[in-house]
Structures are given as C-alpha cells and as structure tokens.
C-alpha cells in the first residue's frame, strides 16, 4: 500500500482562479492553511469568510463526497455545528477542477486554543458518532492506514522504524479480538485541533477527511490519544452512547495502537521528531499493562 503521495501544492493566485471561475468570487483575500492531504485557503471577502478545499489529485471524487456527505448528516441528525457546502455558479457541491475536487466550506467561528472540558468534549464525540450510527456510504468501507482496526497495514512500517514500544504494541494488538465489538461510520480524527469552542461552547466540529466504516469504540480511542486518558471523557461519550464491558476492555490496546500508528506514519511523512510520542506510548503502556 502506497502511505506517502506527495503532489504539486495549488498557488493563491490558482486558488483564487478557482474561486473566480468555480463560484463567481473576486477580490477575495486568501490564507493557505497547513494540511497534510489537500490544498486549503481561508477565503476573506466582503467581511464573510469560507474555507476553499482542493482534494488531492489522487483521491477519488467517492472518498470526498464520503466527508462531505458524513457532514451533512452529521448536521442533519445532531444539530451539531458542522461546516456547511457552498454551491458552485453552475450548482455543484463538488465541482472538479483540472481533475481535482474543489469544495468552498462555511467558516465556522471559534478557536481551537480554548480549553475543552473532557466530559464535554466526550459527550459531544459520542453526539457524532450517535449521528452516524444510521449513515451509510460506498467509500466508508475501505482499507485505512488511519483506522487503528487496521494497524496490520502498517505493520511493514514496524520494520523501516524500529522502536521497542512500538513491537510491544502490535504484539497486543495481535492478541486483541474486535470481532464481535459494534461497527459503524465514526470520525476517526477527534482531537483538540479539530474541536472548536469560544471559551465557553463548542462552536465546531471540523474534518472529517479521515471517516471510516470500523469499530465505534475506535472513535474513543483516537480522542484519548490526543487528550490524555481521561476517564471523564469517557464518561461523556458514554453518556450518549453507552459502552459495552468489551469495548471498554479494548480500548488500552486501542489508545497504544494510535500511538504506534502515529509514530510509524508520522515518521514515514516526516513531519516532526516522535520522542514526544513515545514517551506518551511508554507512559500509556506502564499504566495499563
């Protein structure tokens, strides 16, 4: 399986030719966004601002209408604030352009540099994933890198970086039976970088770039990665939708295998140095195993 698909990033004077021929906006002010998959620009115009989103050139139109319609459901089922879709000048949600998905987003307000309570940050996770228990998609049920149910593909990374904890994970993980554990569409990505609040409620729920069709415990798992393990954000998740006995025992194998799967990904794409990331997977594995 190919992990790393480098491609030729999109200009601001491309991307405002997009807006100008795509959707009929001019004399917009644009911001490139740092993403790892896509070419994304906040759009200032008129004192209105919207989020412009290139897929890349590899993804299949399937998979970016898979985010964009978990979206909207989301929104449908939950009420909660998701980012809406603006439609083309010729009325298209995901018009192509030069062979890539072009979407412009609403720009949601809020930051995430607030501090978000754990219960609540669980309680508005399992407010997704109740969401999403009832959505459906082709492009959901797919082979993931990102999907910590799918750790064996990732398992040849192991041998290109090396690391004691992260051998220590998959010998878990390989004891770890997930069989009969509820499947269905969840996030996948929800963490405090994704999460936006104004200081005293959650304003946003952003990406869904990385939706899958897995087990729903995985979407816990992901979260307490990021946030530490909190047992409070369980608590919330759970208060919306209850866990099973076997989800919970999952997920310490679960949390140390996102661990791995970032440190071994994140490692394949360069991105920063991982010690960081294993002291937090050393630290998790002394407090669980």
Known sequence: MEFDQPFERLGEDAAAAILHETWGIDGATLARLD?????????????TDYLLKVAHPADDPLYVNLQT??????????????????????????PEVDGRVARLLTWLPGSTEHYLDPFIAGRTLGQVSDALSTFDHPAAHRDFVWDIARLDLVRELQERFAAEEVAEVFALWDALDLTDLPRQVIHNDFHPGNVLSDGSQITGVLDFGDVVHTARVVDVAVALCYFGWEDELIDGFSSVVPLSAEERGALPVLVAARYAQRILLNQLLGRYDQSSQLAGLRAHLERHF
């Not at 909207?72 to 995901?94: K, M, N, T």
């Open 69 to 94: 319609a978990a979206m909207a459901y989301v929104a449908e089922q939950s009420g909660l604030p998701v980012q809406g879709i603006l439609l083309s000048a010729e009325g298209e949600i995901e």
């Open 35 to 47: 993403t790892e998959r896509d070419d994304s620009f906040r759009v200032t115009t008129g004192g």
